[in-house]
């Protein structure tokens, strides 16, 4: 069975969703296919600091603001820096001026579900393949056999998206670093240690080779991001169906550090979680192929650097609006919105310092975080 939609996004993502708000607002028909059965399928991560270049200009072009405001977790800003030895070198307070507030991933990516017609998203639509019919028109096909046939296909389905090959041939790789994720719940009172540590917003604790990231999160949660440079054939030998031998294998890594550093690991609530880092070349460019295009990861995929949800936001603005300025005419919006996306997420993967805070460089330490801050800074202003 076939149906024909004017605009169909793959993936109810940050990115989809904000393209498919920006386009409500405009007035243009669209639908969202997702792989999830519902929007509670599963947990959408941690917290997200919304930077004011841009992740808060998407939801402004989202008309979305206030609700977003609502949101926001006060006093999340504050971020410290420790040595491994649990020596606090930077302690930077919240004041409510910055302009990252943090929110949870869950409850922004729910705003934008609330702004859209109920019917926008089609849940449980996992995408196999999608193939080009022709004349900027493009077949997407289900795992349940069912088929869309669509003037406009935009690729919000991340990492391993089915769209990309329509565009590129290349695929992501390994690389070099995992995460390695767990909860610490009723903190204050039952981590004592490791909450004093992180304070009340970020705290990380960088070395070469091995990291300590972690956020407080909405309640009384932190939630602890281990970063190790390791083969993935490292990670491949523990038994991560064993939470106690991956809990003890992490944290052996940390041999030497503070107590109450590793009681983020050796203390989690949660069995650990590993999640590997892929990437796409930066600055990945592809011809124009008409009626096609990607955004978010699945257009720049990069490792983790506080960049990557507020630039799928910013693209789907962006390629929003640009199919509201030319209505009669999709190549010449796709074309705008490439010109300006290939550079933009170029620029955002090797921002300054980030060379000398790659996490095997020897400069990796706290202070070399701290004198990046601070240049990012300068520059800035």
């Not at 670093?177 to 009172?189: G, N």
């Not at 440079?229 to 992490?250: G, L, N, V």
């Not at 990607?294 to 949800?309: I, K, M, Q, T, W």
């Amino acid at each position: 069975m076939h149906s024909h939609n004017p605009v169909t996004i793959i993936g109810a993502g940050l990115g989809g969703l904000t393209l498919a708000r920006v386009l409500h607002v405009h007035g243009i028909p669209v639908t969202v296919y997702e792989a999830e059965s519902s929007p509670s399928e599963r947990r959408q991560g941690g917290l997200l600091d919304i930077h004011d270049y841009n992740g808060q200009l998407a939801l402004k072009a989202a008309d979305l603001m206030d609700e977003f405001h609502a949101i926001v977790l006060e006093g999340r800003q504050a971020m410290r820096v420790l040595d491994r030895d649990g020596t606090v070198l930077m302690d930077r307070a919240d004041d409510g001026t910055g302009g990252r507030p943090e929110v949870q991933r869950g409850e922004l990516r729910q705003i934008l579900l609330d702004s859209l017609p109920a019917d926008t998203v089609r849940w449980g639509h996992k995408v196999t393949g999608a193939r080009s019919l022709g004349e900027g028109r493009h077949e997407v096909t289900f795992a349940d056999g069912g088929s869309v046939v669509t003037g406009l296909l935009v690729g919000a389905d991340g990492a391993w998206s089915r769209v990309r090959p329509l565009l590129t041939t290349v695929t992501p790789e390994y690389a070099g670093t995992s995460f390695v994720e767990t909860y610490l719940f009723e903190a204050d009172t039952r981590h004592p240690a490791a909450a004093k540590a992180v304070g009340g917003g970020s705290m990380m604790a960088p070395s070469p080779g091995a990291e300590i990231f972690a956020h407080r999160e909405s309640g009384d949660t932190l939630h602890t991001y281990v970063v190790l440079s390791r083969p993935q054939e490292w990670f491949a030998a523990i038994d991560f169906t064993d939470p106690a031998e991956a809990t003890a294998r992490i944290a052996a890594e940390f041999g030497g550090w503070a107590s109450e550093l590793t009681a983020l690991i050796t203390e989690g609530d949660t069995a650990p979680v590993m999640r590997p880092h892929f990437t796409l070349p930066t600055g990945l460019r592809w011809d124009r192929v008409p009626g096609v295009t990607l955004l978010g990861d699945a257009a720049h995929l990069s490792v983790p650097n506080g960049e990557g949800a507020n630039l799928a936001m910013l693209d789907g603005a962006e390629l929003g609006k640009s199919l509201a300025a030319h209505p009669d005419d999709i190549e010449a919006a796709l074309t705008e919105y490439e010109q300006a996306m290939f550079p933009r997420s170029a620029e955002a993967a090797t921002f300054g310092g980030a060379e000398i805070h790659s996490i095997d460089s020897e400069k990796n330490t706290a202070q070399g975080l701290i004198d990046m801050f601070n240049e990012f800074e300068k520059r800035q202003s």
